[in-house]
Nanobody, 123 residues
């Protein structure tokens, strides 16, 4: 199983960025997908998740209205569109996959993780 995250970078506050996470080794259509992030010196936190059908999405309050998660099942890829970025969004962003059950926002419920991609937002 491999989750390959990409798209991170350095940008100024107010900018936009789209992260991608390509999955292999799993039946992608059967997995709920999520993005978590970890800022320097902080614990990993939930950002957003999308159900295996794509019909339900969930967001942390801190990103609601600015970030959008989506999935392209034929491409086995999940995306994170980030708009109106703030310096406090600076973190390593990880994609994760889990089957049904458990909580969308609990990292321990996710079976597979990508390697992370760094997003740095300057003020």
């Amino acid at each position: 199983v491999q989750l390959q995250a990409s798209g991170g970078g350095l940008l100024q506050a107010g900018g936009s960025l789209r992260l991608s996470c390509a999955a292999s080794g799993i039946t992608f259509s059967m997995y709920n997908m999520a993005w978590f992030r970890q800022a320097p010196g902080k614990e990993r936190e939930f950002v957003t998740a999308i159900s295996w059908t794509g019909g339900n999405t969930y967001y942390a309050e801190s990103v609601k209205g600015r970030f959008t998660i989506s999935r392209d099942t034929p491409k086995n890829t999940v995306y994170l569109q980030m708009n109106s970025l703030k310096p406090e969004d600076t973190a390593v962003y990880f994609c994760a996959a889990k089957r049904r059950g458990g909580s969308y926002s609990t990292s321990n419920d996710y079976a597979y993780w990508g390697q992370g991609t760094l997003v740095t937002v300057s003020s």
